[in-house]
Each structure stands twice: as C-alpha cells, then as structure tokens.
C-alpha cells in the first residue's frame, strides 16, 4: 500500500480525508493492525506547546517622514531591542530579548517578567507598540529619531522566523546539590526534590516521523494558531544520536527551523514567557500534518510514551559544566505519571510543555484538513538524517592575542 | 505593644527537623497558633502560623529565623488563577506544598484547588507564563 501527497490533498479538497491524531492513531492501529489503518487513514495530526527559545520575528516598519535610517541604529518595541543590522526598516526582534535596564540576575533569581515574546504576543493581540528609534543620518535618510505606536496592521511584513523549535526529545532536568537551582528547565529543588521534562511525548511532531521520511524544507505546518512552514532543519539538529530501534531518538535529536506570517497568528499560541533566574522566551505552538504514504509512515505514527525515552541530567553541575553523564533514562509514561525513581529515590515530576495544549492543536489541525482548508505540501528537500553525517560541536576555547 | 502577624515559613531541610518553633515560645516569649503545615522528613517544610506577642520580641524572633536560615514571608490575602493565560503546562505542581495544583489524568489539565490552597506564593514566579495571581 502506499499512496502520494497528490492523491491524499484530493480527498481533502473533497472532503473526504481520514484524519486521526497522533494520540488517537495509536488505539486504530491496535485494533484494526497497521496494514488495515494505513490504508484507511489519510494523515495523522501531531502537535506541540512549549517554551522555545531560538524564536523571533522581523518586521518592516514603513518609511517615516522624513526617512530614517534605522538599519545600524537602534530599535527598541516596548523598550525591549531588537536587531537593527539590515536596510532602512527592517528589525528582528528575538523572544529572549529584554529591556536594556532589566536588572537581569543581580538580584538572584531575577524575575524576568518582559522581553521579546512577551512584545510579540502583544502585538499578535493586536495591540500597540511603542517603537522608539534612533540613527546618525544620512542625506538620503536625514531622521535621527522617532518615537511612534505601531501594531501589525500598520507595518508591512510581520513574520515569525523561529531558527530552532519543535525539539525532538529533550533532557530530564534534575539537582543534585544542597540548593534551589533557577534553569531554564524550571525550578529545581535540592536533593533530587522534582524533575522536569519539555516534549508532548506521543503527540510530539518529531517522535512521530523520527527519521524525517515526511517532515521536510516546505511542510507546511500549523504554527502560532495560523499556518507556517518548515523553512529549513532547526539549528543544533543533531539526527546522530542512539535511538531505540524504532528509530527514535533517546537524546535531543531533530529540531526544526520554521516561519510563517504573524499577523495570522493568535496569542492563545504564542505566549511570552518568563523563567525566574533565567530569563524570557516564548511558549510556541506548533503541529505537524504527516501523510499516511505507506505502512511503515503509519508505524512511526503509533509510537507510544512507553516507547520514548529521555535522558536524567543534572543541572547544578553535569549541565552546566558541559560534562556528558546522566543519571539513567525514563520513559514519557513514567513521566506523566507524576513520580519518577532517580537513585532510588521516589522524584514528583512536572511539564514546561502543556500535554492538554498539543492536544488542542492536533485537533484544530485535524479540524483544518477534514474541512478542506489545509492542503498539506510536498517537501522540496528532506531533513538531514542519521546518514548525512552531521555531528553536534562543542565550543572549545581558542584564545587569540589581543592586538591594543 | 502587642502585635499578631500571619507569616508564612520555610524551613530549609537540614532545619526541618530542629526545634525552631519551640525556641520562638521559649526565648521570645511569642504565642502560635499554626494555620497551615507541611513538612516532609529531608525535604522543605512550609508552616503558615500566627504570632503574637510584644512587638519588640516579636521583630527580634523573625532576626533570629532569619538568621537561622528560615525564610519569612508575609502571608498573602489569596492566590488566584488567571484561567485564560494558564497553559496548563505543569510546571507549578512540584512547586506548590500543598498539592493544591495537580495534573488530572483525564483531561490533561492542571487543577487549581482552591481550598487546598494556603496562599504561600511558592508557584507564583516559577509559572513561566506567571497565570497565578496575588489578590490583596
Ligand atoms: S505553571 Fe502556570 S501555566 Fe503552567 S499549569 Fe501551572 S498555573 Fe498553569
Ligand atoms: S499559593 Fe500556590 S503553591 Fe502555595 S498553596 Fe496555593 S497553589 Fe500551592
């Protein structure tokens, strides 16, 4: 059996597509058997909400009168920078940015309550921002400042451009030492007192095309509430990791680079977001539509919690001194649970990733298809896989003579 | 004068098992009356109580917990969700002593017991999306 993208976007247009969710695919297959599912089920819906760090979005602001130059200037929405490097009036704005007075950590743990996601989330409530803006002026653009509201009906392009999401797998995060740690994982508390853990597991785009045979540059995707595309492999996408022999990887493994544009967009989906002692970011929602091509697609659709296994690391030192041990491996069922055993001892565990979120989103993404409204695309490239080679590199230090 | 405060405390573990509250009768001469409690043998303890006594004792008593590594903590009016920004993520249930923030394993979501609630704060700053809320 196998069938292509053409055929299966033929029976959305007529509305005739059998669409399931990653988590509902599970029971079919059981009860019906792979070959028999394969056949009946046309695409299977994944999704995912979480905190995702590597994400922004640029904006082109408009000519002001007179003209200003605000490219090698300053930008600043809601007091929060953003990147100024390009022509007149182009900015990225990126989720972790923060307000040049934020006291940061000074007092630990820093609080964190404002940055670039928080802005962005704004402005896809439709809400105004301030942009405040300076330059050293040029005979073609004289404008040395401007201070002004913007929102996205009035800027020309707003896109979300997020240069890693979409994780597949992530760490277990947990603290060995005597003290509260503040990650980017959460609070920790001392002598193993939680875990945290950050995927959607079974539901989780890339658990459920492992080795990326559909998710490729072009798939189009939901993301942020409206639609987006897969733009590229995220940054840090590391497809040699140990993976179980299903093929799904028991490390962080894939990610995605992604972009669409923002002002289709809702806020239910892109959610500022602070970590106390860390910093800001913003909450993503992302789902991935995978075409039911062949029996062997539909088997990687039918992974299961049990199934997936992520490693314990420890964040007060094995972490943060780049050191590669871990304390075990746990499955997503385990996790869910609430409690966990590490060294012998009894660990409650919590998500940064809402489960009940990446639900919602496989189901407005099944709701798209069975509708007609979303036609799903051929990739024109594949992800990078296991066979291409590609490794996860270190930063080592080179020290270089400084020249006064 | 006389005073009586609501505090909240939280005893780090290596304190949990010391007789703190005992040297807060004895030494400071301050009456309790303990509203709230969780302590977990090795792990953190959270006592919500009622101090009174004279004003000049009392402010020397919370010196003494200070220093002994017993963090103080104004007790707040209430805690509230705000329903339409949580995520219902997860990340607050190892936070609160309580159990008064859990997952329900039928709908994936995060319930907020309210009656369990003893308006310590602990989940306020680790929710990363900062949905609970202090009412004054
Ligand atoms: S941490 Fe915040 S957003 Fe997450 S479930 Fe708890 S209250 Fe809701
Ligand atoms: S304030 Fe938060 S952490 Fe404290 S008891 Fe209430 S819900 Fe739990």
């Not at chain 1, 056949?39 to 760090?53: A, N, R």
């Not at chain 1, 009894?346 to 496989?362: F, G, K, N």
Request: charged share 20%.
């Amino acid at each position: 059996m196998t069938k292509t993208i053409a055929e299966i976007n033929e029976k959305i247009a007529k509305g005739q597509a059998v669409v399931v969710t990653a988590e509902e695919v599970i029971d079919i297959a059981k009860k019906k058997g792979v070959a028999r599912a394969a056949q009946e089920i046309d695409v299977v819906t994944t999704g995912t909400f979480g905190p995702m760090c590597s994400s922004g979005a640029y904006f082109n602001l408009g000519h002001a009168k007179p003209r200003m130059k605000i490219g090698g200037g300053t930008a600043y929405l809601n007091n929060v920078p953003a990147y100024t490097g390009f022509a007149a009036v182009d900015i990225f704005l990126g989720a972790t940015a923060m307000p040049d007075d934020d006291p940061r950590n000074k007092i630990h743990p820093g609080d964190f309550p404002y940055g670039g996601g928080h802005v962005i989330e704004e402005l896809v409530a439709g809400k105004d921002v301030r942009l405040v803006a300076t330059s050293y002026g040029t005979d073609c653009y004289p404008r040395r400042k401007v201070e002004t509201l913007i929102n996205l009906k009035s800027i020309n392009e707003a896109v979300l451009f997020n240069v890693r999401n979409a994780y597949q797998n992530y760490n277990i995060a947990v603290n060995l030492s005597d003290r509260t740690i503040y990650t980017y994982m959460g609070v920790l508390k001392p002598h193993l007192g939680n875990a945290t853990y950050s995927t959607a597991g079974q539901l989780s785009p890339l658990f459920n095309d492992p080795l990326y045979k559909t998710i490729g540059i072009g798939t189009k995707i939901f993301l942020g509430g409206g639609t987006g595309y897969v733009a590229w492999q995220g940054t840090q996408h590391n497809p040699n990791v140990v993976r179980t022999d299903k093929g799904v990887p028991k490390r962080g493994a894939g990610t995605l680079a992604v972009i669409g544009d923002l002002k289709q967009m809702k806020p239910r989906w892109l959610v500022g977001t602070s970590f106390i002692g860390y910093g800001c970011t913003m909450t993503v929602g992302i789902g991935v539509p995978i075409p039911i091509l062949s029996e062997e697609i539909l088997m990687y659709t039918t992974v299961k919690d049990e199934e997936i296994f992520a490693p314990i690391v420890d964040y007060s030192d094995a972490y943060p001194q780049r050191r590669p041990d871990i304390l075990g491996e746990i499955d997503y069922a385990q996790l869910k649970s609430g409690k966990i055993k590490v060294q012998g001892k009894d660990v409650p565990t919590a998500s940064l990733s809402s489960y009940a979120r990446a639900v919602e989103i496989s189901n407005i993404l099944k709701d798209w298809i069975k509708k007609g409204e979303f036609l799903l695309t051929q990739p024109v490239a594949p992800l990078p896989g296991p066979e291409s080679g590609i490794t996860f590199k270190p930063m080592p230090d080179r020290p270089f003579e400084k020249i006064d | 004068m006389n005073i009586a405060r609501k505090i909240v405390l939280r005893f780090p573990p290596r304190l949990v098992d010391q007789p703190i509250i005992y040297r807060l009768v004895k030494d400071y001469d301050l009456q309790f009356n303990i509203l709230k409690a969780s302590i977990t043998p090795n792990e953190e303890g959270i006592l919500v109580v009622e101090l009174s006594g004279k004003k000049k004792d009392y402010d020397e008593a919370i010196r003494f917990l200070a220093g002994a590594g017993v963090e103080v903590q104004a007790l707040i009016k209430d805690v509230a969700r705000l329903e339409d920004r949580c995520t219902h993520c997860g990340a607050c249930v190892t936070m609160c002593p309580v159990g008064a923030l859990v997952v329900n394993t039928q709908t994936r979501q995060v319930d907020f017991l309210e009656s369990k609630c003893i308006a310590c704060g602990l989940c306020i700053k680790p929710c990363p999306v900062r949905a609970m809320e202090v009412r004054l």
